[in-house]
């Protein structure tokens, strides 16, 4: 069940739901316009966290940030039609692939064998569009290069491309009044591939400029909220084991010493994923 959330004096969010692969959707709400965190999974995704927030006095976006190009944040946004789209040019070349695709079952399964889709996706599309498939591609208005500055009336919204390892087109959204940095999905790993993967050097790169940012709370689409220490934290986790994977050659069994012996402990079932990771990537 979602539950909408309020951080700060302009920030309103919806929870994610993982088994229809729901992210965390965000309104910014300045003096004179309002603006949209990604679209949703679906226009009935979109639909309920705009209608939630109409119950609360927030008005309807006038604005619609997309982060990236993937199915779960941008198929709601047929159901904004009079609100202006924004996007990474990036993503918008990345959306015009999807519109010849059919989102039958027989069409999902089939591009899945290909390899073009993966399981995960095609599984949670079948069940968010479980009585109907009327999936409408809808082509951002407004594209940009690197970054784009939107100021809404007392909040300022900075939205920059930052790219990575999950998706290439990837941008993120700063509040800058609020210090809330919108990381969308940015900081997980690439799962359309043989094998989901992190690499070494676009890790240590995303890292450098998710950090050039003044945040206190940082918002990844599939979580809860996370503080500026809870960051700092996981960046350094990635920092280190990118670190023992170089050292090491990538050689899974020499990286989980090295790492044991670094935190002195048995390592966590996340850790352990984290370098089964960044090994795949290296094999790439």
Not at 245 to 252: F, H, L, N, R, S
Request: hydrophobic content about 35%; overall charge negative; aromatic content about 10%.
């Amino acid at each position: 069940m979602h539950s909408i959330n309020k951080i700060g004096k302009s920030f309103w969010y919806i929870t994610p739901i993982s088994v229809t692969d729901r992210p965390i959707l965000g309104m910014v709400v300045g003096n004179n316009k309002t603006l949209m965190i990604d679209a949703g999974n679906s226009e009935a995704h979109t639909n309920y966290f705009v209608n939630e927030l109409l119950k609360r006095e927030v008005p309807n976006p006038d604005l619609v940030v997309l982060t990236h190009w993937h199915w779960d944040h941008i198929f709601g946004l047929s159901a904004l039609p009079n609100t202006v789209s924004i996007a990474s040019k990036k993503t918008k070349t990345e959306m015009e692939k999807l519109i010849p695709f059919s989102w039958s079952d027989e069409a999902l399964d089939a591009r899945v064998k290909e390899g073009i889709e993966i399981e995960f996706c095609a599984k949670a599309i079948k069940e968010e569009f479980k009585n109907h498939r009327d999936i409408k591609i809808v082509l951002p208005d407004v594209t940009f290069e690197k970054r784009v500055e939107i100021d809404l009336g007392g909040v300022t919204c900075i939205v920059q491309y930052v790219g990575g390892d999950h998706a290439s087109d990837s941008a993120i959204v700063y509040i800058q009044e609020e210090k809330i940095l919108f990381l969308a999905d940015c900081i997980y790993p690439n799962m359309y591939a043989k094998k989901d993967n992190y690499t070494i050097k676009e890790t240590l790169r995303l890292l450098d400029e998710l950090e050039s940012f003044d945040a206190e709370t940082y918002i990844p689409s599939h979580q809860k909220p996370i503080s500026k220490e809870e960051f700092n934290q996981e960046a350094a986790n990635l920092r280190t084991i990118a670190k023992y994977t170089e050292i090491c050659g990538g050689v899974k069994q020499k990286i989980l010493n090295e790492y044991e012996k670094y935190v002195k402990r048995e390592l966590t079932e996340d850790e352990k994923e984290t370098i089964a990771l960044f090994v795949n990537g290296y094999d790439m």
